[in-house]
């Protein structure tokens, strides 16, 4: 599948055009719904099926419980501000149940998969009376699934998965060939805050791809903490991604001058242009200190904070 665009001669404009077209023309006069999750394609793609769709577009937040600190009211206020109604669907019983007991990652990512498409968007889209869902599928999601790297939980078409038949609705996919970088400048275009169209990727799966093993309430807690100290100390690093990820397995550690048997904490932060390949950010050895000393004296149980210098490949940007 080639990406529509060579390097810095891609037009935004031009493709913003296309695509609302295009959403109109399959939509006609039925309806539609859309997944925002406050990350950068998924937020590119509310805007694009709202300018399509207007009235005729229903945007939901689903609280799926592995989500970063407020995320889904602050998004929800931010769309609203926009000019999109967006409901929130609290969701997070069913995500946990459905990870209960799972750590393998690729059953992990699968049990996500279809508590979001065939449980939870499969009743929204039965109640609504919608015949299509719109999401951020993009070209490095489809490389990876594709190239069994690792199943991208938002990837159907590409392995041969009929969604009208398996879940009862057609999935439209504007972004598909575009990679990050492309999609940032559309969603500048289309008049999204900065704070939208330029934050660091998030994964579908969200804080579940940061569990190293079960995913439980609490451990997704511990993550979230170290989440939002990473994202305040980072703030102005220009990198491309970075994140927390809690290890399975407890470590030594002291305070006060005796043992502390606690969790570790991994950090990885990303250079990278659209992340086929990714170089770990030469961060400062003070930023670092600040980071560690931060997290284990702030996220309770943390005793040891790791930071990872692996390239992409071998590595992937995250952990699971």
Not at 34 to 50: Q, R
Not at 53 to 73: A, C, S
Not at 93 to 99: M, P, T, V
């Given at each position: ?19 609302i ?18 990350g ?14 207007e009235?005729k577009?229903?945007?939901y937040?689903?609280d ?20 999109v ?15 209960k ?26 109640e609504s ?5 719109l ?12 190239a ?44 999204l ?33 170290a ?17 927390a ?43 670092k ?5 931060r997290?284990t ?8 904070v790791?930071?990872n ?12």
């Amino acid at each position: 599948m080639g990406e529509i665009r060579i390097e810095n001669h891609f037009n935004a404009q031009h493709f913003i055009v296309k695509q609302i077209q295009s959403i109109s023309d399959k939509v006609q006069n039925g309806y539609a719904i859309n997944a925002l999750s406050g990350g950068v394609d998924s937020s590119v793609v509310t805007m694009l099926g709202h300018r399509a769709l207007e009235n005729k577009l229903k945007t939901y937040f689903i609280d799926n419980g592995l989500m970063r600190q407020d995320e889904p009211e602050k998004i929800a206020s931010m769309f609203n501000d926009l000019g999109v109604k967006v409901e929130i669907i609290d969701a997070k019983e069913k995500f946990f149940n459905a990870l209960k007991g799972l750590t393998d990652p690729e059953e992990k990512r699968e049990a996500v998969t279809q508590t979001f498409y065939k449980d939870v968007f499969g009743k929204l889209v039965r109640e609504s009376g919608a015949k299509y869902l719109l999401q951020g599928t993009i070209l490095t999601d489809v490389d990876e699934t594709v190239a069994g790297v690792k199943r991208q939980h938002n990837v159907f078409e590409q392995l041969g998965i009929d969604t009208q038949k398996e879940f009862g609705y057609k999935i439209l996919e504007p972004l598909v060939q575009l990679r990050k970088d492309s999609v940032r400048k559309v969603g500048k275009e289309l008049g999204l805050p900065e704070f939208l169209y330029d934050r660091p990727p998030f994964p579908g799966p969200a804080l579940a791809t940061r569990v190293i093993g079960e995913v439980t309430p609490e451990k997704v807690e511990t993550v979230r903490r170290a989440t939002s100290i990473l994202e305040h100390e980072l703030k102005d690093i220009n990198a491309f991604q970075y994140l927390a990820i809690l290890h399975n397995d407890r470590v030594t550690g002291m305070r006060g001058g005796k043992r502390d048997y606690g969790l570790q904490i991994e950090l990885r932060c990303w250079d990278s242009v659209d992340a086929r390949t990714a170089t770990p950010t030469d961060l400062p050895y003070q930023t670092k200190d600040n980071l560690a000393k931060r997290i284990t004296s702030e996220v309770p149980g943390v005793v040891s904070v790791t930071y990872n210098i692996t390239s992409k490949p071998t590595s992937t940007i995250e952990a699971i």
